[in-house]
């Protein structure tokens, strides 16, 4: 038996590895949560090039973000030497964005085209929406955004949108569709769900390219299946076709993105498309103990549209499951907050292994309070993405213009910044004399005479973008990546712009910038040859998980979507009540609450060894107070579960009312003759020694008045008013 046979027989399970050797047709891999999906993905790759003799650049694998597909590239080099990074790993926009590099002509696109992200996709439909006279204000642009992309992922062009068109919000966007596409056309620019349309209508209208693909690639494997769309299903169909060498690995129980198109009927009916396919379990988890387990299967067992399985594990039981009841969602942030201080200080966890998951994003900023309080490091994944801050978009939209000078989103974003004169009824003017004269904006400004409709202030900053851009392209062709990117913000005049900020907030962007020249030198380090039109080709497919930095030694805040793929020793998962979790629009449709409670078994799957669970008597949603726990609480088991009501015993000012009010009210109250009347709780203050510190509590008054300080370095400290010197921040 040859070295990688035994390594691979040593390393995997019999059903994994059972998974890993058949290539006798299309497999459908079930993957329980830390069952080792990825692991049997890369050894599958690697195994065909091994012992099936396939050569790499044959094999496509396929995942949904940057992050995965980079981890699965280092594993196949090291398992299967250097010829692996020929294979194709990607995600599926990477994917299709390369096949219309080569073949956007067959659709009357330049193969220089643009790609938009969702903020300027959103931008340019409300244009289109204004353009036609709908409001913005009674239609909301991002509704029309989600309809547009809903009928991108069923292969609907504007043409049959319009025959099928009959409520009168789709006739609205209907009008807003058709021009939608044109301008995207007209700007040479694909959104994220062109690149998949796009791709799937040529394969299916160009047999010569459909041919090449199908012949080209021997084996696709595709990652994370139960999350695909209608059109990465039809992707995936055609382009395995003709081999039938189909692997796709997929958990029906971690199917989370219905909201965004994500089809579990995919995985569910995958037998019925391909009649001929085998089905393997891997139900062995290498993450999780017992007692999570066993947590995570009893709730998941209340789904019916699943096609089940038990996952088991070796590992340790484990302690309990804690679920906690809380006054409010300010208690609610304390008390994680306070458990957190303690995990640490006893050097059970450090922070990196902590993750605080939630519903939505809303309910974020209680939490963030309160770890700011304390004094406390943390990352939001994602909060503002960094390609989402203002300067670093305006310096990438100068980059995009040297790219693809139609693309009008980046044009306008430009054009008058920093502000050189042209506001915008001469952008108007600009605009509407490049239709008339056939041409772009860009290219009309370009040549100074055709300007004769500017005058004054407008003709100077015309001629001053004239001059930055014609330097651009000269750089361009003169600079490094790195270099270009430093010279488009400093002749842009951005850099000078931060002058407008206070100190504080023009270092901080400064800083953003200095990151971006970072992003684009590494970016020139790991790729050879590498060109500006790469680098904005990758990072226009950024996802927040791409950009998270998990070496970093803070507490991890997220969305439980985001939490997807992603795991962690401590795992803390908060307001589990009714109409937040599960979300009140999901309880009118069965299969939206059981999407629900899908990512609750993927909440509950992230943790490792401790797993903490809470809810709150109140907290305030829409102007009102909540105050029914989740009904997914009482499909816990029982016997996994140590419950603690701490409604009785938080001394936390949170959303109080009544005479719980009242008390908090009496604690704190200062008279207000006290010439120590401003050193209240909760309020910030500097110590001569002991620094920066906040007032959990006080007594006394007057000249007898003591605080107590947790200081941001020196920890708790009780001190008299009267001798700290203290001063308020």
Same mark, same amino acid.
């Given at each position: 038996?040859?070295?990688?046979?035994?390594?691979?027989?040593?390393?995997?399970? *019999?059903?994994?590895?059972?998974?890993?050797?058949?290539?006798?047709?299309? +497999?459908?891999?079930?993957?329980?949560?830390?069952?080792?999906?990825?692991?049997?993905?890369?050894?599958?790759?690697?195994?065909?090039?091994?012992?099936?003799?396939? *050569?790499?650049?044959?094999?496509?694998?396929?995942?949904?973000?940057?992050?995965?597909?980079?981890?699965?590239?280092?594993?196949?080099?090291?398992?299967?030497?250097?010829?692996?990074?020929?294979?194709?790993?990607?995600?599926?926009?990477?994917?299709?964005?390369?096949?219309?590099?080569?073949?956007?002509?067959?659709?009357?696109?330049?193969?220089?085209?643009?790609?938009?992200?969702?903020?300027?996709?959103?931008?340019?439909?409300?244009?289109?929406?204004?353009?036609?006279?709908?409001?913005?204000?009674?239609?909301?642009?991002?509704?029309?955004?989600?309809?547009?992309?809903?009928?991108?992922?069923?292969?609907?062009?504007?043409?049959?949108?319009?025959?099928?068109?009959?409520?009168?919000?789709?006739?609205?966007?209907?009008?807003?569709?058709?021009?939608?596409?044109?301008?995207?056309?007209?700007?040479?620019?694909?959104?994220?769900?062109?690149?998949?349309?796009?791709?799937?209508?040529?394969?299916?209208?160009?047999?010569?390219?459909?041919?090449?693909?199908?012949?080209?690639?021997?084996?696709?494997?595709?990652? =994370?299946?139960?999350?695909?769309?209608?059109?990465?299903?039809?992707?995936?169909?055609?382009?395995?076709?003709?081999?039938?060498?189909?692997?796709?690995?997929?958990?029906?129980?971690?199917?989370?993105?219905?909201?965004?198109?994500?089809?579990?009927?995919?995985?569910?009916?995958?037998?019925?498309?391909?009649?001929?396919?085998?089905?393997?379990?891997?139900?062995?988890?290498?993450?999780?103990?017992?007692?999570?387990?066993?947590?995570?299967?009893?709730?998941?067992?209340?789904?019916?549209?699943?096609?089940?399985?038990?996952?088991?594990?070796?590992?340790?039981?484990?302690?309990?499951?804690?679920?906690?009841?809380?006054?409010?969602?300010?208690? &609610?942030? =304390?008390?994680?907050?306070?458990?957190?201080?303690?995990?640490?200080?006893?050097?059970?966890?450090?922070?990196?292994?902590?993750?605080?998951?939630?519903?939505?994003?809303?309910?974020?900023?209680?939490?963030?309070?309160?770890?700011?309080?304390?004094?406390? *490091?943390?990352?939001?994944?994602?909060?503002?993405?960094?390609?989402?801050?203002?300067? $670093?978009?305006?310096?990438?939209?100068?980059?995009?213009?040297?790219?693809?000078?139609?693309?009008?989103?980046?044009?306008?974003?430009?054009?008058?910044?920093?502000?050189?004169?042209?506001?915008?009824?001469?952008?108007?003017?600009?605009?509407?004399?490049?239709?008339?004269?056939?041409?772009?904006?860009?290219?009309?400004?370009?040549?100074?005479?055709?300007?004769?409709?500017?005058?004054?202030?407008?003709?100077?900053?015309?001629?001053?973008?004239?001059?930055?851009?014609?330097?651009?392209?000269?750089?361009?062709?003169?600079?490094?990546?790195?270099?270009?990117?430093?010279?488009?913000?400093?002749?842009?005049?951005?850099?000078?712009?931060?002058?407008?900020?206070?100190?504080? =907030?023009? =270092?901080?962007?400064?800083?953003?910038?200095?990151?971006?020249?970072?992003?684009?030198?590494?970016?020139?380090?790991?790729?050879?040859?590498?060109?500006?039109?790469?680098?904005?080709?990758?990072?226009?497919?950024?996802?927040?998980?791409?950009?998270?930095?998990?070496?970093?030694?803070?507490?991890?805040?997220?969305?439980?979507?985001?939490?997807?793929?992603?795991?962690?020793?401590?795992?803390?998962?908060?307001?589990?009540?009714?109409?937040?979790?599960? +979300?009140?629009?999901?309880?009118?449709?069965?299969?939206?609450?059981?999407?629900?409670?899908? +990512?609750?078994?993927?909440?509950?799957?992230?943790?490792?060894?401790?797993?903490?669970?809470?809810?709150?008597?109140?907290?305030?949603?829409?102007?009102?107070?909540?105050?029914?726990?989740?009904?997914?609480?009482?499909?816990?088991?029982? &016997?996994?579960?140590?419950?603690?009501?701490?409604?009785?015993?938080?001394?936390?000012?949170?959303?109080?009312?009544?005479?719980?009010?009242?008390?908090?009210?009496?604690?704190?109250?200062?008279?207000?003759?006290?010439?120590?009347?401003?050193?209240?709780?909760?309020?910030? $203050?500097?110590?001569?020694?002991?620094?920066?510190?906040?007032?959990?509590?006080?007594?006394?008054?007057?000249?007898?008045?003591?605080?107590?300080?947790?200081?941001?370095?020196?920890?708790?400290?009780?001190?008299?008013?009267?001798?700290?010197?203290?001063?308020?921040?």
């Amino acid at each position: 038996m040859n070295k990688f046979l035994e390594k691979i027989k040593s390393d995997l399970n *019999p059903e994994q590895l059972k998974a890993v050797v058949y290539t006798d047709g299309p +497999l459908l891999i079930l993957a329980g949560a830390g069952s080792g999906k990825t692991r049997v993905l890369t050894y599958k790759a690697a195994y065909l090039v091994h012992e099936k003799n396939i *050569p790499p650049y044959r094999i496509l694998a396929v995942t949904f973000t940057n992050k995965a597909a980079n981890e699965m590239k280092t594993r196949l080099i090291d398992l299967a030497g250097p010829s692996a990074d020929q294979m194709r790993v990607s995600t599926f926009h990477s994917f299709c964005l390369r096949v219309l590099r080569r073949y956007a002509d067959r659709i009357g696109y330049e193969k220089s085209f643009g790609v938009y992200d969702q903020d300027d996709s959103l931008n340019l439909i409300k244009r289109c929406m204004e353009s036609l006279d709908i409001s913005v204000k009674t239609h909301a642009p991002r509704a029309v955004a989600e309809y547009i992309s809903r009928a991108k992922e069923i292969m609907v062009d504007p043409e049959e949108y319009e025959k099928t068109a009959a409520a009168y919000f789709n006739k609205i966007v209907s009008k807003v569709y058709k021009v939608y596409q044109q301008q995207l056309r007209k700007s040479n620019v694909f959104d994220f769900d062109d690149l998949l349309f796009w791709t799937v209508y040529i394969l299916q209208n160009h047999e010569d390219v459909r041919e090449k693909l199908q012949n080209h690639f021997q084996h696709v494997l595709v990652d =994370e299946y139960q999350d695909t769309n209608h059109v990465q299903f039809l992707l995936v169909k055609i382009l395995a076709e003709k081999s039938r060498m189909l692997t796709v690995v997929g958990d029906d129980d971690q199917s989370i993105y219905g909201w965004r198109g994500a089809d579990i009927r995919n995985i569910l009916d995958f037998e019925a498309s391909f009649p001929d396919c085998r089905i393997i379990k891997l139900e062995q988890n290498y993450r999780s103990t017992k007692m999570i387990l066993r947590t995570a299967s009893e709730v998941v067992k209340y789904n019916r549209s699943r096609k089940g399985k038990t996952l088991w594990t070796e590992g340790e039981e484990g302690e309990l499951i804690k679920l906690i009841k809380v006054n409010s969602d300010r208690n &609610e942030a =304390e008390m994680i907050c306070e458990d957190i201080e303690n995990m640490v200080a006893s050097d059970k966890y450090k922070r990196r292994d902590i993750a605080i998951l939630y519903r939505t994003n809303a309910q974020s900023r209680a939490l963030e309070e309160s770890l700011k309080n304390r004094f406390i *490091p943390y990352t939001i994944v994602g909060g503002i993405r960094f390609y989402q801050r203002k300067e $670093i978009k305006d310096i990438l939209a100068y980059l995009k213009m040297l790219v693809n000078p139609y693309d009008i989103i980046s044009f306008r974003r430009i054009i008058n910044f920093p502000k050189r004169g042209i506001g915008p009824v001469n952008i108007a003017r600009i605009e509407q004399a490049a239709v008339r004269r056939s041409t772009s904006p860009l290219e009309l400004l370009l040549n100074a005479e055709e300007l004769d409709f500017l005058k004054g202030a407008a003709l100077n900053g015309a001629k001053q973008f004239q001059r930055i851009y014609k330097e651009l392209v000269r750089a361009k062709k003169e600079q490094s990546p790195v270099e270009l990117a430093e010279t488009a913000a400093r002749i842009s005049g951005i850099v000078d712009s931060l002058s407008e900020y206070d100190q504080i =907030e023009a =270092e901080s962007r400064k800083e953003n910038i200095d990151e971006l020249i970072a992003a684009v030198q590494e970016y020139c380090d790991k790729v050879e040859n590498a060109t500006l039109e790469g680098f904005l080709e990758e990072i226009a497919l950024y996802t927040d998980v791409d950009t998270w930095d998990s070496s970093q030694d803070v507490v991890t805040l997220m969305t439980l979507h985001s939490a997807k793929g992603l795991e962690f020793p401590k795992v803390f998962i908060t307001g589990l009540e009714e109409g937040l979790f599960p +979300l009140s629009r999901s309880m009118e449709k069965p299969e939206e609450l059981e999407e629900e409670r899908r +990512l609750f078994y993927v909440g509950i799957t992230r943790a490792e060894k401790s797993l903490t669970l809470s809810y709150a008597q109140r907290r305030m949603r829409f102007g009102e107070m909540l105050s029914i726990k989740s009904r997914f609480i009482d499909e816990l088991p029982e &016997e996994c579960i140590e419950f603690e009501d701490q409604t009785f015993s938080s001394s936390y000012p949170g959303t109080y009312t009544g005479s719980e009010r009242a008390h908090y009210d009496e604690q704190n109250y200062v008279a207000p003759n006290d010439k120590y009347r401003d050193l209240k709780v909760g309020k910030r $203050i500097i110590h001569p020694t002991w620094g920066e510190g906040k007032i959990v509590s006080r007594t006394g008054s007057s000249d007898n008045t003591t605080v107590e300080v947790r200081f941001r370095w020196g920890g708790k400290k009780k001190l008299f008013a009267k001798y700290a010197n203290l001063k308020l921040i």
